[in-house]
């Protein structure tokens, strides 16, 4: 099967700007989950989607948002930039059932100035 | 809800060496521990887990050891190689949806 994809692979935007990334699941996953990574903080949850609908969600503000559609792919949503916002975005993907591991995508890297 | 300490944040062995790497977490409802290994520049990956209903896991030279009662797990890596070296992260599984705690990471380096 192939892995776990993330569109595009770097972003570089200004403050203020807003971004979309994506993220298509292994085939036959139904939940997404994204994460952000920076140094020294690890990784963050953001969101988790399954089955089109958030199931859970992290403690960031409302400018951090997502969707899934019905093929499980979903897509992120930064609005109004922050230099902050600077960090790796990883999504990760697995069957959403208790005990499954996720498996995680290359990561989007966005630059902020 | 869940909160995951890792310790150490870094560790140096030599190889040959044995790592250990310990996390503690709060909630007693996870049910799931992942060990992930993140390369320089690359995604996490998967290197071993554990559920909550057994004590202990091996496979190869890495292993993972449960104490639900401490609430605490570690990962253990027998005769080190400098290939070891990376970012090891635990996790825990909160027990609504799929939602994973991730440590802070440890880095480690494996000096040949």
């Known amino acids: 099967k192939a892995g776990v994809t993330q569109t595009p692979r770097y972003l570089i935007k200004t403050r203020g700007q807003q971004v979309t990334l994506s993220c298509s699941p292994i085939s036959g996953h139904r939940s997404v989950s994204w994460y952000q990574q920076t140094p020294g903080q690890g990784l963050q949850f953001l969101f988790e989607?399954?089955?089109?609908?958030?199931?859970n969600k992290g403690n960031f503000p409302g400018r951090f948002s997502g969707r899934q559609f019905s093929n499980s792919r979903s897509e992120m949503n930064v609005s109004t930039l922050e230099l902050g916002d600077s960090a790796l975005y990883l999504c990760?993907?697995?069957?959403?059932?208790?005990?499954?591991?996720?498996?995680f995508g290359p990561g989007t890297r966005l630059l902020v100035l | 809800g869940e909160n995951v300490e890792q310790h150490p944040s870094t560790l140096s062995v030599q190889e040959g060496d044995s790592a250990v790497i310990k996390c503690t977490y709060s909630d007693s409802a996870s049910n799931y521990f992942p060990w992930y290994k993140q390369e320089l520049g690359k995604r996490p990956q998967l290197i071993i887990d554990i559920r909550s209903n057994v004590g202990e896991k091996k496979d190869q030279r890495i292993a993972v050891t449960l104490n639900k009662t401490a609430k605490h797990f570690s990962l253990h890596i027998t005769e080190t190689q400098p290939e070891d070296s990376a970012v090891y992260f635990c996790?825990?599984?909160?027990?609504?949806?799929?939602?994973?705690?991730f440590g802070t990471g440890t880095s480690l380096t494996v000096i040949p």
């Open positions: 996790a825990a599984r909160g027990n609504t949806g799929n939602q994973f705690y």
């Open positions: 989607y399954f089955s089109e609908t958030q199931r």
């Open positions: 990760a993907s697995s069957t959403g059932t208790a005990g499954e591991t996720q498996y």
